[in-house]
């Protein structure tokens, strides 16, 4: 059977029950033959008749739900029904309501415009009567004012008389409300008599209050002094408070400025000065003065004035303005009175300076913060128990900066906090070192020279570095030049904090460069050259020295350790003057391009501000500084000081020099005679019936080359002894002939290249050096030697020849190919020695073949050659 609810839905579409019913009674039997699958099982009548039995029963159920659902339905509307008629009259009333308040609206509209008229004229009435009130009561306000001045001046004549503090108070009190009222007299006839009086009256009340105020300022009555700011306050005269209030604080920190004589600033004591000191002392004990006062104003100023930190400012640079003699006239004494020295005074009054200024810096931050207790200078006495730089970085560590026009933004942990109160009187204070700061560079010239003359006269004077000691004399003072040139590294950060680099940079290249060039100098000039002449030592075999020639050498080999010790030393000074200025060259790298005031380490605002804008902040200085910021840990020793390294490069391609000198001068010394060697002009030898004799097919070389060529032969011995010293592993590049594709050349097949010393490399000391085996320093020596001692013979000694017989040409075959033999077993080879025995074995005919072949563009060789032989005009 078919659910309820669809069963009552078809009986509600159903027009007619019996077909309705039929037709669901067909539908049941229909439904039960397909699920069988056979007519034959169709159901029977008794079937048909519970089905029928089943459908009434839910017919009955049907009808007795719908029959409770109709009931409660009439019930519902039963009770709704009475209350629509509330509804409806509530409705209607509303309407009513609605329409009377839309008549009345109309009716306001229609007489609107006439009430607009109305209300104008009320408040132009008001507006009238308004002003006239406003102008009866200015009227009142002016009479009253003028009743007041007519017995302004005997009131506060009578009140100043009373000499009494409240009278004092009431008179200040009139006279201010009487200023008050000037505004009503402006550009009245009765303005200028009456500002007359006014500045009379506040004169005369001033004049009573002055020995009373000096009074409670000298006894330290505060309150009174408060109630007399007061009263000045009043009658506008603040200034004049504030002068006779620093005036009477400072009165006894200014004697003992002006009561004492500083010997060392030319001043001999007079009458009025008790005694006489160094300025140093005296400027310490004024200073613990000045900090024992601020001390007390600490405590002193805000129990006076509204405005403590601007108004403790003022009182310090107040008394700097006050000083006589001035502070700057003396430091400027001192400059002239310690001449060249100076400079080592001036840091000292520097840095007594910067720790006052330090100890005054906190506290006016301990004021500006009422709640911070700072450290006084109690703790960090200005007799240097504690160092100034650390004192400020302590005290720097808690600032920042205000926006400025030359820096660039920066966290808020390296700016200054300092205000421009504290900014003015420490730019007074610090500008009296601004010229001394930016003559740095002179004045550290002068005290270098001063103390390296020192140096020279301990050393034994210049002459000593000519002498035999010369090598260790040059070593010491190298020394000592890079141990002043440390200090004044120091001295250029305590006086300048960086900025004076480049000025130093230029005094050290000056004094570096000067000595290194005195040195060489001399050294050209030392007796201890090699000579020619002497008697003859055997100091190796086949080559002889004289002792001048063998002291010679030893003497060169320590000055070229020398140098060694000297390149080592010139980049370890570079590499501080790195390390000493980076943090000052960062910061300043780093605010290069935004507007906010760097802080320099240890400096404070004001010394920053007046670094900045002086002539020390040159191209060159910023330039220098970039070059520090960004330099590598490892730098070239010609990164800050490049005409000090040029010179040192010089002065040991001399020493390397003079050194090789003296190794070949038994060798040049044979090589001497030898231009005038009578076989180069000689004929053939001619038989006794004057036919020429038969040639010769074997000529031996001449006595002179034998000794040339057999002592390049033992000069190794010469090295033995010498192999393992540092001095000729030294800058080997730079020696004569040889460069760095021939040190490659040489290596040994196992050396690895990377271990090719370079320029650089070679003069950072001795690692690098120690990666050239023994036997490629030796090798190398005596390849330079080598092509030194050719380079000799086939430019000086051979062109010095007058002539050449074909005797003579044979026989110089003969020499230069005995030497090219030797020459080559040294594995050296020597283009225009190959070059010189060519042409001697050429004919006429094939001499002049190559000179017109080489028309134009000939050998300098060549030509001289055909001259000796007498086949072309000498040129």
Request: hydrophobic share 35%; net charge negative; proline share 5%.
């Amino acid at each position: 059977m078919v659910l309820t609810s669809t069963l009552l839905e078809s009986l509600e579409d159903c027009t007619d029950v019996t077909t309705w019913v039929n037709e669901l009674l067909e539908n049941s039997s229909e439904t039960d033959v397909r699920s069988n699958g056979d007519a034959a099982h169709v159901a029977s009548l008794i079937e048909l008749d519970r089905r029928v039995g089943q459908l009434a029963t839910q017919l009955e159920v049907l009808a007795q739900d719908t029959s409770t659902e109709l009931e409660n339905t009439i019930d519902d509307i039963s009770r709704t029904v009475p209350r629509l008629t509330y509804d409806f009259q509530f409705m209607r009333e509303s309407t009513q309501s609605l329409q009377l308040s839309l008549s009345r609206a109309q009716l306001k509209q229609s007489t609107t415009h006439g009430t607009d008229l109305e209300t104008g004229s009320v408040f132009q009435t008001l507006k009238k009567l308004d002003r006239v009130k406003r102008n009866m009561v200015a009227s009142r306000d002016v009479l009253l004012q003028a009743e007041q001045w007519s017995t302004l001046e005997g009131e506060v004549t009578a009140l100043i008389g009373e000499n009494e503090l409240p009278s004092y108070q009431k008179a200040a009190e009139r006279l201010g409300d009487a200023r008050k009222s000037m505004a009503l007299f402006q550009d009245t006839p009765e303005y200028e008599p009456r500002w007359t009086l006014l500045v009379s009256l506040q004169n005369q009340l001033e004049a009573s209050l002055s020995t009373a105020l000096v009074v409670a300022i000298t006894s330290n009555h505060f309150p009174n002094c408060k109630a007399f700011y007061d009263i000045f306050s009043r009658i506008q005269r603040e200034t004049e408070f504030r002068n006779y209030y620093y005036g009477a604080r400072r009165l006894k920190l200014i004697e003992a400025w002006s009561q004492v004589a500083a010997l060392d600033c030319g001043e001999s004591p007079s009458s009025d000065q008790s005694e006489s000191v160094k300025f140093s002392d005296l400027l310490g004990r004024f200073f613990n003065d000045f900090t024992t006062l601020l001390a007390d104003e600490k405590n002193n100023i805000p129990a006076v004035f509204p405005n403590p930190l601007p108004t403790i400012s003022a009182f310090i640079q107040n008394i700097f303005d006050a000083l006589s003699p001035p502070f700057s006239q003396r430091l400027s004494n001192l400059t002239a009175y310690y001449g060249p020295t100076a400079l080592l005074e001036i840091i000292k009054v520097y840095r007594l300076t910067e720790q006052f200024a330090s100890a005054a810096s906190r506290l006016l931050e301990g004021m500006a913060t009422p709640n911070a207790m700072p450290p006084f200078l109690s703790s960090h006495s200005l007799d240097g128990s504690e160092d100034a730089s650390d004192a400020r970085t302590k005290s720097h560590g808690r600032r920042h900066s205000k926006r400025m026009s030359m820096s660039r933004r920066t966290p808020s942990s390296t700016l200054l906090t300092l205000t421009p109160d504290t900014e003015s009187w420490e730019q007074s204070l610090f500008e009296s070192f601004l010229d001394l700061q930016c003559d740095y560079p002179k004045l550290e010239g002068k005290l270098l020279e001063v103390s390296l003359g020192q140096l020279l006269d301990v050393s034994g004077g210049t002459s000593g570095l000519a002498g035999n000691e010369s090598a260790r004399v040059f070593r010491e003072y190298f020394s000592q030049i890079f141990t002043v040139s440390e200090e004044a590294m120091l001295r250029c950060m305590s006086f300048t904090y960086g900025f004076g680099l480049h000025g130093l940079v230029e005094t050290l290249e000056q004094v570096l460069e000067s000595f290194i060039s005195s040195t060489q100098k001399q050294l050209l000039n030392s007796r201890l050259l090699p000579s020619h002449g002497g008697s003859k030592v055997n100091y190796t075999d086949e080559i002889y020295y004289t002792d001048e020639d063998w002291a010679a050498f030893q003497f060169f080999l320590h000055l070229l350790e020398a140098s060694r010790t000297a390149f080592e030393r010139l980049f370890a000074l570079n590499n501080r003057l790195r390390d000493t200025f980076a943090p000052t060259a960062r910061v300043l790298e780093e605010f290069g391009a935004d507007a906010f005031l760097p802080i320099l380490p240890g400096a404070s605002r004001g010394q920053t501000k007046l670094l900045l804008q002086s002539t020390l902040n040159s191209m060159e200085q910023r330039d220098l500084l970039h070059t520090v910021a960004t330099s590598p840990d490892s730098l070239n020793p010609s990164s800050f000081l490049p005409r000090a390294n040029t010179s040192l490069n010089t002065f040991t391609k001399t020493c390397q020099k003079l050194l090789q000198q003296t190794i070949l001068t038994p060798l040049i010394t044979s090589l001497t005679s030898y231009p005038a060697l009578a076989t180069w002009s000689s004929a053939p030898p001619q038989s006794r019936d004057g036919a020429p004799s038969i040639p010769q097919f074997s000529i031996s070389p001449t006595p002179n080359m034998q000794r040339v060529a057999e002592g390049l032969l033992n000069l190794p011995h010469l090295f033995e002894v010498h192999v393992d010293d540092a001095a000729l592993a030294f800058s080997i590049e730079t020696l004569p002939f040889i460069s760095a594709d021939f040190l490659k050349s040489i290596y040994d097949e196992r050396q690895s290249l990377g271990e090719l010393p370079r320029s650089a490399a070679s003069r950072k000391g001795s690692t690098a050096q120690r990666t050239l085996p023994p036997e490629v320093v030796t090798g190398t020596w005596l390849s330079s030697l080598t092509l030194s001692l050719l380079s000799h013979l086939t430019r000086e000694v051979l062109p010095a020849i007058q002539s050449l017989s074909s005797q003579g040409s044979a026989q110089l075959s003969s020499d230069l190919g005995y030497l090219s033999n030797i020459v080559k077993s040294l594995n050296v080879e020597w283009e225009e020695l190959e070059e010189w025995r060519e042409l001697t074995s050429m004919t006429e005919g094939e001499t002049k073949e190559k000179l017109r072949s080489a028309e134009g563009s000939s050998s300098r060789i060549l030509e001289r050659f055909a001259s000796l032989r007498g086949w072309r005009e000498p040129t």
